[in-house]
């Protein structure tokens, strides 16, 4: 794709595959063909404005215009407010190794079979990719799914994946019961931002 509207459309196919809605079922719900949600999926058509609209609405998604000063509060509005049925996309650059862990433990479940281990670091990163994590929790999290990615093949993998799960599980944990520290507003505006 070498369109401005590459990562909107990249992130709609995510959520569409999250979801479980084929290219069809998209179609009947949109009022658009197969071909042409295949073809802006895969880059070769860019969508006009009503047809992106369209296919969002079909995704139970709505496109909205946010002042650029209010999207970080808007985000975490929307991470916070996310049930685990909900498919939320951001649009951080964290969401990408996230969806690349996701698909990392579908394949292994494939591979190896499904494991206690493997349910409860997929249930984990569902839990983890919406809420905010600090640039040290991120940073445990990256290293352990760098860890998952080296030994998927490995035959030392069951141990290395249990020690993963656990680890997760901790973080998970601590941010769960972290004492609560004093109510904070959930964005503010500076005082030369009143125009905003």
């Known amino acids: 794709m070498a369109y401005q509207s590459e990562s909107l459309i990249a992130q ?3 959520i569409r595959e999250a979801s479980g809605v ?4 998209l179609s009947e719900r949109a009022g658009l063909t197969q071909s042409h949600i295949s073809q802006i999926e895969s880059g070769k058509m860019e969508p006009g404005l ?3 609209i369209d296919l969002t609405r079909a995704l139970d998604l709505e496109v909205m215009l946010v002042p650029k ?17 909900m498919h939320i996309h951001a649009g951080q650059p964290n969401d990408k190794r996230f969806a690349r862990a996701d ?6 479940k494939h591979l190896y079979g499904s494991s206690a281990d493997l349910d409860r670091i997929e249930d984990t990163l569902g839990f983890l990719r919406r809420v905010n994590l600090s640039d040290q929790e991120m940073q445990l999290v990256r290293e352990l799914i760098t860890r998952l ?7 030392q993998a069951a141990p290395v994946v249990r020690d993963i799960a656990q680890n997760l599980q901790q973080l998970r944990n601590s941010i769960v019961h972290a004492a609560p520290s004093e109510p904070r507003p959930a964005y503010s ?3 030369g931002d009143a125009d905003a």
């Open 103 to 108: 698909r990392l433990v579908k394949k292994m």
């Open 69 to 85: 000063k209010l999207v970080p509060a808007v985000l975490n509005l929307v991470k916070a407010r996310a049930t685990r049925d």
């Open 50 to 52: 009503s047809s992106f």
């Open 22 to 25: 084929s290219q069809r079922a």
């Open 149 to 155: 990615e080296r030994y998927q093949a490995s035959a």
């Open 189 to 191: 505006l500076d005082d």
């Open 12 to 14: 709609a196919r995510e």
